[in-house]
């Protein structure tokens, strides 16, 4: 990865946080973006020096839309996104309510594509990004209505971004990851008690009977944004320890 520049969405915790130390260890210049002040300032002191910080929250429609602005005063050119950030709000369709519908949107779709579209001058060619949807979007799964709704999005743009942008030589695939130990569990809204038993309910489907790691996803986020991955496009990769067969 070596002279490459690498932009990161949601890049101070969990899968965002673990591709930022792969890519950077593997000789990337990393940018990373976030929102929240606490966890941006410990993804300070964990990520090497050379990994540069920015606030930026997707779910605001003009900070998205100034992320290319934001980008340009760092470097002139991003050979890979990964637009990673996201958010889950997980319950029953009576308790789902239209902010937790906007919220999730927001954040999980409506950034990354208007981001996209700011930081479009900035790709050269070749380049390549990677959009992070989950597993969720092809299982029905209570609970989960509107967030697997946002992925399946996530999924769609990943399909007709990457005919729209490959005549200019920018390759567009999606992962969709199944459950990854990382932070975003505390942030789903579940009773404690609720969480444990959606926790081992979901390490139960796998085929490993675990979870995985953010660094085993990092890791094919790191093959995708390589020039290893060059003849792979508008794909849709699984990493979920088998979840959807069972
Ligand atoms: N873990 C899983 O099992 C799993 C499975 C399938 C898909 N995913 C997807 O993987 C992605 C990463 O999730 P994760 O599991 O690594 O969770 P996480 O640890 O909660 O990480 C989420 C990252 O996104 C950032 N973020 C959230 N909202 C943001 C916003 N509005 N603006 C900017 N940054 C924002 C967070 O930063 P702040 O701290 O600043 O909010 C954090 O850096 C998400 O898109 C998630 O849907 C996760």
Same mark, same amino acid.
């Not at 070596?2 to 940018?31: F, M, P, Q, R, W």
């Not at 540069?52 to 991003?78: F, M, P, R, Y």
């Not at 029905?140 to 209505?145: I, L, N, Q, W």
């Not at 085929?207 to 995985?212: E, I, M, Q």
């Given at each position: 990865?070596?002279? $490459?520049?690498?932009?990161?969405? /949601?890049?101070?915790?969990?899968?965002?946080?673990?591709?930022?130390?792969?890519?950077? &260890? &593997?000789?990337?210049?990393? !940018?990373?973006?976030?929102?929240?002040?606490?966890?941006?300032?410990?993804?300070?002191?964990?990520?090497?020096?050379?990994?540069?910080?920015?606030?930026?929250?997707?779910?605001?429609?003009?900070?998205?839309?100034?992320? #290319?602005? %934001?980008?340009?005063?760092?470097?002139?050119?991003?050979?890979?996104? @990964? @637009?990673?950030?996201? !958010?889950?709000?997980?319950?029953?369709?009576?308790?789902?309510?239209?902010? =937790?519908?906007?919220?999730? @949107?927001?954040?999980?779709?409506? /950034?990354?594509?208007?981001?996209?579209?700011?930081?479009?001058?900035?790709?050269? =060619?070749?380049?390549? !990004?990677?959009?992070?949807?989950?597993?969720?979007?092809?299982?029905?799964?209570?609970?989960?209505?509107?967030? &697997?709704?946002?992925?399946?999005?996530?999924?769609?743009?990943?399909?007709?971004?990457?005919? %729209?942008?490959?005549?200019?030589?920018?390759?567009?695939?999606?992962?969709?990851? #199944?459950? !990854?130990?990382?932070?975003?569990?505390?942030?789903?809204?579940?009773?404690?008690?609720?969480?444990?038993?959606?926790?081992?309910?979901?390490?139960?489907?796998?085929?490993? $009977?675990?979870?995985?790691?953010?660094? %085993?996803?990092?890791?094919?986020?790191? @093959?995708?944004?390589?020039?290893?991955?060059?003849?792979?496009?508008?794909?849709?990769?699984?990493?979920?320890? /088998?979840?959807?067969?069972?």
């Amino acid at each position: 990865m070596k002279n $490459k520049t690498i932009l990161i969405t /949601g890049g101070t915790t969990g899968i965002g946080l673990a591709s930022a130390k792969l890519l950077s &260890a &593997a000789g990337a210049k990393v !940018i990373v973006t976030g929102r929240n002040p606490t966890t941006l300032a410990a993804a300070r002191q964990e990520l090497p020096a050379n990994v540069l910080i920015l606030k930026s929250d997707s779910g605001n429609l003009a900070d998205a839309q100034a992320l #290319g602005t %934001e980008v340009k005063k760092l470097t002139d050119k991003i050979d890979g996104i @990964f @637009f990673n950030a996201g !958010i889950g709000q997980f319950g029953p369709i009576e308790a789902m309510t239209p902010q =937790n519908y906007d919220d999730m @949107f927001n954040v999980n779709v409506r /950034g990354p594509y208007f981001q996209l579209q700011s930081l479009l001058t900035l790709l050269p =060619n070749p380049s390549a !990004i990677v959009l992070n949807a989950s597993v969720v979007a092809e299982l029905g799964f209570p609970t989960t209505t509107i967030y &697997a709704a946002t992925k399946a999005a996530v999924v769609s743009l990943g399909k007709s971004l990457a005919v %729209e942008l490959a005549p200019r030589g920018v390759r567009v695939n999606t992962l969709s990851p #199944g459950p !990854i130990t990382t932070p975003i569990y505390n942030k789903l809204g579940f009773p404690p008690e609720a969480q444990k038993g959606f926790e081992d309910h979901m390490a139960s489907m796998s085929l490993f $009977k675990r979870f995985g790691t953010a660094e %085993e996803v990092a890791k094919l986020v790191r @093959f995708l944004l390589s020039d290893d991955s060059s003849y792979i496009i508008g794909e849709n990769i699984t990493i979920d320890g /088998g979840v959807r067969l069972t």
